[in-house]
């Protein structure tokens, strides 16, 4: 499956973003698909995941609350909705896909990135 990333941008601190993910093939509903991102020096952290249905979804703590994955699989389309953005989360974000069947955190489960799209967040 080929991954295609978007709707990143420039943002003041508490603004939003939305992120898409746009995905080839007709077996993207199999996939439990992830957004992971990676500042500047640091390593690659997970985001958020939604399992096959879109019924589970998994956050990292840094974002709960805040963030919304979503997927629409007759669509082939994953989004990010991003509520009340901060500077911290300036950096590029990736999409990905696992053929596991359960949601994961760990970047080594996904089998297939996209490219990455960039957000910044201004102070």
């Known amino acids: 499956v080929q991954l295609q990333a978007s709707g990143g941008g420039l943002v003041q601190a508490g603004g939003s973003l939305r992120l898409s993910c746009a995905a080839s093939?007709?077996?993207?509903?199999?996939?439990?698909m992830g957004w992971f991102r990676q500042a500047p020096g640091k390593e690659r952290e997970f985001v958020a995941a939604t399992g096959w249905g879109g019924d589970s979804t998994l956050y990292a703590d840094s974002v709960k609350g805040r963030f919304t994955i979503s997927r629409d699989n007759a669509k082939i389309l994953m989004w990010l909705q991003m509520n009340s953005l901060k500077p911290e989360d300036t950096a590029a974000y990736y999409c990905?896909?696992?053929?596991?069947?359960?949601?994961?955190?760990?970047?080594?489960?996904?089998?297939?990135w996209g490219q990455g799209t960039q957000v910044t967040v201004s102070s």
């Open positions: 990905a896909a696992s053929h596991s069947t359960l949601v994961s955190a760990r970047a080594q489960r996904y089998d297939y």
């Open positions: 093939g007709r077996t993207f509903s199999t996939y439990v």
